[in-house]
């Protein structure tokens, strides 16, 4: 029985956050409109807390990285303005998960910074955290960063002991994968253009719509050199967490208005 009451893929520009649309708030309306609505379907399935899957948390090189200090805090620009967030870990959930991944043989640590407990206990929370959370209803969260150097089939196993620990809890668990897509869209971009770029994507759609999200893994390695997603890891995790028979999916939206690409999608439970 999947153990999350509600899951989500959702990206993290950061003028999608209201407070950072800037002087145009019509270049991602579409995906806002997308994001207020996964937060309503979050909102309804009334988690104790979310798990949140982020490409640009603190990164331990071979292992996977597990936020257990006491808060996170963190700040995130664009458009000349700023938006801040704080927020309750769930250290019970986070330890739980760290202990279901190692008895399943794959490489994970937690991690916390300054004191063990209190309020020094805080780690920087990450854009890839703050812009979902910002349409999210206002719970602890444990987020959790995957490691590139580990394989595709690690992290499917990973969000296989993730689902474990989440049943293990008895808590009503929120799961969120932090994913933009092709980052070569545009000459203008830091990473320029690559005709990959709208394949990677088109494919992806694809692949979230029609529940085939493991396909993933057969992707090589130029083709995602040449597009630059940031979104296989986190997907691959949930992958693992919500098997393909319970994946009531609702594919929400997808645009690249600028150089990346961004898709919402709800998984029902």
């Keep these: ?37 996964l937060g ?6 009334k988690p104790d807390c979310i798990i949140v899957l982020t490409p ?9 990285s597990i936020a257990d200090s006491e808060r996170m805090q963190g700040c995130w620009e664009d458009n000349g303005a700023a938006f801040m967030m ?14 279901e991944v190692l008895n399943d043989g794959l490489p994970s ?30 719970v602890p969260i444990v987020v959790i960063t995957p490691s590139r150097e580990l394989s595709f089939q690690q992290h499917i196993d990973f969000g296989v002991s993730l689902r474990e620990a989440g049943a293990k809890s008895g808590q009503r668990v929120g ?54 997603p940031d979104g296989i890891w986190q997907t691959l995790i949930l992958a693992g967490a919500i098997f393909p028979e319970e994946r009531n999916v609702e594919f ?3 645009e690249a208005p600028t150089y ?4 919402c999608a709800a998984y029902h439970s």
């Excluded at 640009?56 to 996977?64: P, S």
């Design 40 to 45: 309503r379907y979050m909102t309804e399935a």
């Design 109 to 138: 640590s937690t991690i916390n910074f300054g004191t063990a407990e209190g309020p020094i206990s805080c780690l920087p929370l990450d854009w890839g955290a703050i812009v979902p959370l910002r349409f999210m209803p206002d």
């Design 260 to 263: 990346f690409g961004m898709i």
């Design 175 to 228: 799961l969120i994968a932090s994913c933009d897509w092709s980052h070569a869209h545009g000459d203008n971009g830091p990473y320029g253009f690559h005709p990959d770029a709208g394949k990677l994507d088109q494919q992806v759609a694809g692949l979230i719509t029609s529940n085939r999200l493991e396909s993933m893994m057969e992707f090589d390695a130029e083709y995602i050199e040449n597009a630059k």
């Design 56 to 64: 640009h948390g603190t990164r331990i090189n071979g292992r996977f």
């Design 252 to 254: 929400l939206s997808y």
């Design 86 to 99: 704080e927020k309750r870990v769930q250290r019970d959930l986070a330890r739980l998960i760290n202990e």
């Design 1 to 37: 029985m999947n153990p999350f009451v509600f899951a989500c893929i959702a990206p993290h520009g950061g003028e999608v956050i209201p407070e950072l649309q800037g002087p145009d708030p019509g270049r991602m309306a579409v995906t806002r409109e997308s994001m207020f609505k």
